[in-house]
C-alpha cells in the first residue's frame, strides 16, 4: 500500500479549466471517497492518478514518488471502472489472470493469485464461467478480482456500483468495504451517490466545479459542514436550508423571508439584522406541543420513518421521525428544532458562521 498526494493539480482542455488547485493528501491503507454532482471533476482528477489524463499543473505522487510523466502501467495501481470491461471470450478465469499473462507470470503464481482472489470475492465455483453466465454482481466482483490479482499499491474505483440495482448496491458496498478491511491497500474510489460515500469512506473528498469544498471524515462533515454546498449534499434526506434573517428583540430568533420564525440557541452572538441561512437536518427536529405551529403539505412514509414537509410561513422544512404517524395534508402540527444541532450560514457567501 502507498499514500497519494495531490498538490495544487489543475487541468484544462484548452481555455477551459476544470480543475482548480486541488490538495489532497491520501495516507497508507486510506478508504478515500470523491464525491460530488455530475460534472464536478471527481472522474477526471481519478483519471489523473491513473495517469490516463494529462496533468496541466501541479503533482501527483504515489509512494512519496511524483509520477506526473510515469506511465499508467508503471505506477504500481489498479483501476475499477464503471463498465466492467470483461473479455466476453474468456472464462472468469482467465480475464481475472490475463493482466499476469501479459506480463509473463510463471503459470503457478498467476493460477495461485487468481485462486486467492477467487476465494476472498466468493468466485471459486464460477471460475470456468464466461461473462455471458454470469449476473451483474458477479461481474463486478470479476472486474475487482482482476484488479485483486496484481497485488497493487492504490485501487482506483470510478463508479463501480452505478450499473447495479438498488439491493445489490448495498451488498456490493458492504463487500468492498470488507475487501479493504481485508487487504488493507489504499483506495481511491469516485461516486455521485452520497450514502455509498458516507458508509464506506474513512474520509470525504466534496467536490464541486473542480474545487473542493471539504476534506474530513464522514462524521464531521455531517456535523460540521463548512458551507451550504456541503450541508445539502451530506446527509439524507438533505438538511433543511432557509433564507432569512437574526431577530434579537428579547429572544433571539431566527426570522426567515417568508415570515416563518425559528428558534435559536440562548446567547446566539450573530448580530442582529444579518441576513444569514438557518440549516436544521430533519432528524433533529422532534413533534412537541410548546414547538412553532406548521401546516403539513406532503407525508411520506418510507417504512423505517415517516417524513413530513410542513409550511412554516411561506417556506417548506422537512421533518423525520422515527416512527408511524397518522398525518395527513393540511393537518396542524408543532415542531420544536434542537437547538443543539442548528447551523447558521452566511447567505451571501454561504460559509459557516
Sequence with gaps: ?????????????????????????????????????????????????????????GEVAIGGKVVNDVAPK??????????????????????????????????????????????????????????????????????????????PQVFLFDEPLSNLDAKLRVQMRSEIKQLHQRLKTTIVYVTHDQIEAMTMADRIVVMRDGHVEQFGTPLELY??????????????????????????DGQPEFVANGGGRLPLPPGCAVEPGRKVI????????????????VEVVVVEPTGAETQIICRIGEDDIMVAQREWLTVDAHDRLTIKPDIDKIHLFDAETGERI
Design 278 to 293: 438557518y440549516g436544521i437536518r430533519p432528524e433533529h427536529i422532534a413533534l412537541d406541543d410548546a414547538g412553532v405551529d
Design 74 to 151: 508503471l505506477r504500481d495501481i489498479a483501476m475499477v471502472f464503471q463498465s466492467y470491461a470483461l473479455y466476453p471470450h474468456m472464462t472468469v478465469e482467465a480475464n481475472m489472470g490475463f493482466s499476469l499473462r501479459l506480463a509473463k507470470a510463471p503459470k503457478d503464481e498467476i493460477k495461485r493469485r487468481v485462486g486467492e482472489a477467487a476465494q476472498i470475492l466468493g468466485l471459486e465455483k464460477l471460475l470456468d464461467r464466461y461473462p455471458r453466465n454470469l449476473s451483474g454482481g458477479q461481474r463486478q466482483r470479476v472486474a475487482m478480482g482482476r484488479a485483486i490479482v496484481r497485488q
Design 223 to 248: 456535523a460540521t459542514p463548512r458551507n451550504v454546498f456541503v450541508a445539502g449534499f451530506i446527509g439524507s434526506p438533505g438538511m433543511n436550508l432557509i433564507e432569512g434573517r437574526i431577530n434579537q
Design 1 to 57: 500500500m502507498a499514500s497519494v498526494d495531490v498538490r495544487k493539480v489543475r487541468k484544462s482542455y484548452g481555455h477551459v479549466e476544470v480543475l482548480h488547485g486541488v490538495d489532497i493528501d491520501i495516507q497508507e491503507g486510506e478508504f478515500v471517497i470523491l464525491v460530488g454532482p455530475s460534472g464536478c471533476g471527481k472522474s477526471t482528477l481519478l483519471r489523473m492518478i491513473a495517469g490516463l489524463e494529462e496533468i496541466s499543473g
